[in-house]
């Protein structure tokens, strides 16, 4: 008998501090493969820090992490295996659109042609590949972000705040995406301030608050202790609000 797949993302009293501040504390995580879950908090709450830690950005302080099966000491291996898409994504101005994705599958080693093609063509931006990435608006460029973390197809995607800055039929072709990636068991890594896209496409939400993981459960799970007054009741204030993110 086969052992179970080992967890898309797991933490194990991942801490991070700077200096005398602590930005997270004892964190442990579990995502099953093939999920999408919810990554929610506050302002300042250290959903960067745990996200620059998964993406191997940064290195904890303390505790261990390992993403699609690896640790994240192993930069090589991580960074094969995961998509990730910032709120502000790492695009070059005066490269054209299909040139800034040409050159990261290049990077990646997949040089699939016709996989550029058609994600510029599901995410509207085929009319635009030829215009340099300058010209972009917030959107555009956000959507150009992930489809240039969707090119290698990875095991684990992890998304800050993927929708911001979208109009409502991008923000909706970004959401259907997360939704067929998910269905292809694709893990996602869903970190954002707006609940109702969390509620509409994760399997479980996680809320951090001051470093620690406050609760977590499914969104009716957590939508209910709200409804009864529980004690998370001023994080989801904040957390659905919809004040732009400070980073």
């Given at each position: 008998?086969?052992?179970?797949?080992?967890?898309?993302?797991?933490?194990?009293?991942?801490t991070k501090?700077?200096?005398?501040?602590?930005?997270?504390?004892?964190?442990?995580?579990?995502?099953?493969?093939?999920?999408?879950?919810?990554?929610?908090?506050?302002?300042?709450?250290?959903?960067?820090?745990?996200?620059?830690?998964?993406?191997?950005?940064?290195?904890?302080?303390?505790?261990?992490?390992?993403?699609?099966?690896?640790?994240?000491?192993?930069?090589?291996?991580?960074?094969?295996?995961?998509?990730?898409?910032?709120?502000?994504?790492?695009?070059?101005?005066?490269?054209?659109?299909?040139?800034?994705?040409?050159?990261?599958?290049?990077?990646?080693?997949?040089?699939?042609?016709?996989?550029?093609?058609?994600?510029?063509?599901?995410?509207?931006?085929s009319?635009?590949?030829?215009?340099?990435?300058?010209?972009?608006?917030?959107?555009?460029?956000?959507?150009?972000?992930?489809?240039?973390?969707?090119?290698?197809?990875?095991?684990?995607?992890?998304?800050d705040?993927?929708?911001?800055?979208?109009?409502?039929?991008?923000?909706?072709?970004?959401?259907?995406?997360?939704?067929?990636?998910?269905?292809?068991?694709?893990?996602?890594f869903?970190?954002?301030?707006?609940?109702?896209?969390?509620?509409?496409?994760?399997?479980?939400?996680?809320?951090?608050?001051?470093?620690?993981?406050?609760?977590e459960?499914?969104?009716?799970?957590?939508?209910?202790?709200?409804?009864?007054?529980?004690?998370?009741?001023?994080?989801?204030?904040?957390?659905?609000?919809?004040?732009?993110?400070?980073?």
């Open positions: 008998m086969c052992p179970p797949p080992a967890p898309a993302i797991e933490t194990d009293g991942l501090r700077y200096g005398d501040t602590s930005a997270i504390v004892d964190l442990d995580l579990t995502v099953p493969r093939g999920s999408v879950f919810g990554f929610l908090g506050p302002n300042g709450a250290g959903k960067t820090s745990t996200i620059r830690i998964l993406t191997t950005l940064t290195n904890p302080t303390s505790g261990t992490a390992r993403v699609a099966g690896e640790p994240v000491s192993d930069r090589a291996a991580v960074v094969d295996k995961i998509g990730f898409l910032p709120e502000e994504p790492p695009l070059y101005d005066e490269l054209t659109g299909r040139e800034q994705l040409e050159y990261i599958a290049g990077l990646r080693g997949h040089e699939d042609w016709e996989r550029v093609e058609s994600l510029l063509d599901r995410f509207d931006l009319a635009d590949a030829d215009r340099r990435v300058e010209t972009y608006s917030k959107g555009m460029k956000q959507k150009l972000g992930l489809v240039q973390a969707l090119l290698h197809e990875p095991e684990v995607l992890i998304l705040e993927p929708t911001s800055g979208l109009d409502p039929r991008a923000a909706r072709t970004v959401r259907d995406t997360i939704s067929e990636v998910a269905a292809a068991e694709t893990t996602v869903l970190s954002t301030h707006i609940l109702p896209v969390v509620e509409e496409l994760a399997d479980t939400v996680g809320v951090l608050y001051g470093g620690d993981l406050v609760a459960g499914t969104p009716a799970e957590l939508t209910d202790e709200i409804a009864a007054g529980g004690t998370l009741e001023d994080v989801f204030l904040d957390v659905t609000s919809e004040r732009p993110a400070e980073q």
